[in-house]
């Protein structure tokens, strides 16, 4: 089975890809240090993960090369767990990426990074009440101490596809 | 406002021009060509330690001389923590040169310096960055007052 | 079911009213530096004495080990003892190439008294690898990846947006720019980041001409400690110059860019050592191999002579044109395999210090050695052919000037 982490860029995607599989990507606190995939594998009770770290992204419309690659990985890999990894005090902006793969028709975990920082910035965020709208998981984690990683493993089972009406029904509907 | 800062400003007023006052006199021994000595004060006259380092301290003295204008208001006072962080640039710098020369044992010698050339090596004259140092540190004090990085002071 | 752009930022907003509370923001000391290091009045000062840290750091770190320690060990024991030991002596083919070929003086051939002359495999090769080389690329990267990991070089980027929007590229330039200080190939890979195809020829072009790598830095320190400083601004200078006629002539976009500035952070020691072994084991894994397959290589064709008639067939261009010995021809062949290598066996041919400089300029700005060629080959043929046109035409007029303004200084 396949994992694919995906997110802005700079947002510590290569991070929880070095936590998650015990490799060693680069990592730097700028954007743009992932310009190629990289792949890692983990194991969850048994069960194989290949886990790719993919260059970050703002959208699903490529700008530049390192986007491009990023697009084409998720298209190719069909049947792919995604990890969407967004920065927690920037949420809506990530949010936008999230919900552009969930309408895609992948299952989807929503990973919060960064939460340290959204807190510094006295940004709350209802984490349980995110995931009951989404329906999907939602995990606050803060990958370069390596909390909430765990969680997010435990995770991967339960992302299921969701249709995007259920979560407009759930705010209210379309207007 | 606080009394504190009314002495902090003062304080980092005169830093401030004494800093000022080494950076230029770095700059003119530089362009003079010889290198300049009075008591244990040493100031070199290469291009790169005097000139550019010396173009570094004046830049901390201008940092300094602008954050007085309003100590304790946030935005003034990050620029003499930024002074004091230029200075610790030089005379850091200045120092890891000294560390780095004065252990191995040189051209003629042994593998290690010998116990006299090694203290030697830390004997005066310096550069003024090094005698700024100690009196940059005082930012520290300020900064700690401050309650850190993250305490606010607007009033 | 897909939605529209603007349903989806509505959405957005729907969900975040329900599940996020903004509180109000206080700005820090953090918060204060931060903004000091990007405003222009106060950023470029400070980026200064990075640069000035960079430097001071780099020369102590590197002196520290490669004077301090590695000539010592390299000259006074390991060169000595290996003269003594090694099968064949002077004047045999296989020793000439593992160990030292020696030099003419008055017509007798003698042998050399340090590892820069020797030019052996198990001498000069070894000693450049890793009692240079390898202390510069250490610092190097000790470096880079601190200010990396602290975050200082996105603000960089800001800092110097301006600067390079007139050469066709914009402030995140200044990531590869910088990493090809350190070796050129991953600063190819990593100019991917530039949007245009056009801001990654130029970016390619100008990396693998002007910017000289951390080994051949590493051996200039060495070499030519006194007029480093003069051969630097003479590349970047070229590298402005060049980037600017490139932007004006080629056709393409070159886009704003929006720079997410990430927050200042304490880098995890765990993080920066990590970062730091891999791009060092990275590094060596391509050098060493071309640096003592480049002493082979230059030794034989030493030895067969072929030097030696290249020299006299290239004479009226390396002396005439460009003013320098001809006897250069070999470091310019050895610079094909590793830029320090040639640097290093610059050292040892005798010339005035101009001549040196304009040499160590031609070995710099004349190709690049064979691992960023392949890089290079990687991300595309036609681009590749471009970059050595222009190459070449750089090598003629930004080399031949060098000569031509030691004419009127009067000093060539």
Redesign the interface.
């Known amino acids: 089975m396949k994992v694919l982490l995906m997110g802005h860029p700079n947002v510590g995607k290569s991070v929880v890809f070095n936590r998650l599989t015990g490799a060693n990507v680069i990592i730097s606190n700028y954007p743009g240090t992932t310009v190629d995939y990289t792949k890692g594998y983990m194991k969850v009770k048994g069960k194989d993960f290949t886990v790719i770290d993919v260059p970050g992204t703002f959208s699903l419309e490529a700008k530049d090369k390192a986007e491009e690659v990023a697009v084409k990985m998720l298209e190719e890999e069909k049947d792919a767990v995604v990890i969407c990894v967004v920065d927690s005090s920037k949420i809506e902006r990530g949010l936008y990426l999230t919900l552009e793969i969930i309408e895609r028709g992948y299952p989807v975990i929503l990973a919060l990074n960064m939460w340290d920082i959204a807190q510094d910035k006295s940004i709350h965020i209802d984490a349980e009440k995110l995931e009951n709208i989404l329906g999907i998981p939602v995990i606050p984690t803060i990958a370069i101490n390596g909390k909430g990683i765990k969680d997010l493993v435990s995770k991967i089972k339960d992302a299921t596809p969701v249709e995007t009406d259920k979560i407009l029904e759930k705010v209210g509907g379309k207007e | 406002m606080n009394e504190k800062y009314n002495l902090g400003s003062v304080y980092f007023g005169i830093l401030g021009v004494v800093a000022l006052v080494c950076g230029i006199a770095d700059l003119v021994v530089v362009a003079g060509g010889d290198s300049f000595s009075w008591g244990i004060l040493e100031i070199p006259s290469d291009p790169f330690r005097g000139g550019w380092g010396g173009l570094i301290i004046l830049f901390a003295g201008l940092f300094y001389l602008y954050s007085i204008k309003n100590f304790s208001e946030i935005h003034h006072f990050s620029k003499a923590v930024m002074g004091s962080i230029l200075v610790w640039v030089i005379a850091g710098c200045d120092i890891l040169a000294m560390i780095t020369e004065s252990i191995p044992g040189g051209e003629e010698g042994g593998w290690f310096n010998t116990l006299e050339g090694f203290l030697g090596t830390y004997a005066p004259p310096y550069a003024p960055a090094i005698f700024l140092l100690p009196f940059s540190l005082v930012i520290i004090y300020h900064l700690h007052k401050r309650g850190g990085t993250n305490a606010d002071m607007e009033e | 079911?897909?939605?529209t752009v603007d349903?989806?930022?509505?959405?957005?907003?729907?969900?975040?009213k329900?599940?996020?509370?903004?509180?109000?923001?206080?700005?820090?000391?953090?918060d204060?530096?931060g903004?000091?290091t990007v405003k222009p009045l106060?950023g470029i000062?400070?980026a200064?004495?990075?640069l000035?840290?960079f430097?001071?750091?780099f020369?102590?770190?590197a002196?520290?080990f490669t004077?301090?320690?590695f000539v010592?060990l390299f000259d006074e024991h390991w060169l000595p003892w290996l003269q003594d030991v090694f099968p064949g002596g002077l004047g045999n083919w296989f020793y000439a190439i593992m160990v030292d070929a020696g030099h003419m003086e008055n017509g007798i051939l003698v042998a050399s008294d340090n590892c820069f002359e020797s030019f052996g495999v198990l001498t000069s090769g070894f000693f450049l690898a890793i009692g240079v080389v390898l202390p510069a690329i250490i610092a190097f990267y000790l470096i880079l990846?601190l200010l990396?990991?602290?975050?200082y070089?996105?603000r960089l980027?800001v800092l110097i947006d301006t600067v390079l929007h007139k050469i066709g590229l914009h402030g995140?330039a200044i990531?590869p720019t910088i990493l090809s200080l350190g070796c050129n190939v991953p600063a190819v890979?990593?100019s991917?980041?530039?949007?245009t195809k056009k801001q990654?020829f130029i970016m390619m072009t100008l990396l693998a001409i002007f910017i000289p790598c951390g080994a051949q830095l590493g051996i200039m320190e060495e070499v030519i400690p006194d007029t480093i400083?003069f051969v630097l601004l003479y590349l970047f200078t070229g590298y402005f110059i060049l980037g600017f006629i490139l932007h004006k002539v080629l056709p393409g976009k070159s886009p704003e860019i929006l720079?997410?500035v990430?927050?200042y952070?304490m880098?995890?020691l765990r993080?920066v050592a990590?970062?730091l072994w891999?791009?060092v084991k990275g590094f060596f894994k391509i050098a060493i191999p071309f640096v003592l397959l480049g002493c082979i290589i230059v030794n034989i064709l030493y030895l067969a002579n072929i030097i030696d008639w290249l020299a006299n067939v290239l004479s009226p261009v390396l002396s005439g044109w460009f003013g320098v010995p001809k006897e250069t021809v070999g470091p310019l062949i050895a610079a094909f395999l590793r830029k320090d290598l040639a640097v290093a066996q610059l050292s040892a041919i005798e010339m005035t210090k101009y001549q040196m400089i304009t040499s160590v300029v031609l070995v710099s700005i004349y190709f690049p050695c064979v691992a960023t060629f392949m890089m290079l080959l990687k991300e595309g043929w036609k681009d590749l052919l471009g970059s050595i046109a222009v190459l070449a035409l750089v090598v003629f007029l930004y080399g031949g000037l060098l000569h031509l303004i030691w004419i009127l200084l009067g000093v060539a």
Not at chain 3, 18 to 30: A, C, M, N, Q, S
Not at chain 3, 148 to 151: A, H, K, L, V, Y
């Open positions: 079911m897909k939605l349903e989806r930022w509505d959405l957005i907003e729907k969900i975040s329900e599940t996020v509370i903004f509180g109000v923001y206080k700005h820090t000391v953090k204060a530096i903004e000091l106060t000062p400070i200064f004495a990075v000035y840290g430097w001071s750091f020369g102590s770190f002196g520290f004077d301090g320690f010592k990846t990396e990991d602290t975050g070089m996105p980027a995140f990531v890979t990593a991917r980041i530039l949007e990654r400083g720079i997410d990430p927050p952070q880098p995890m993080d990590m970062k891999m791009r």
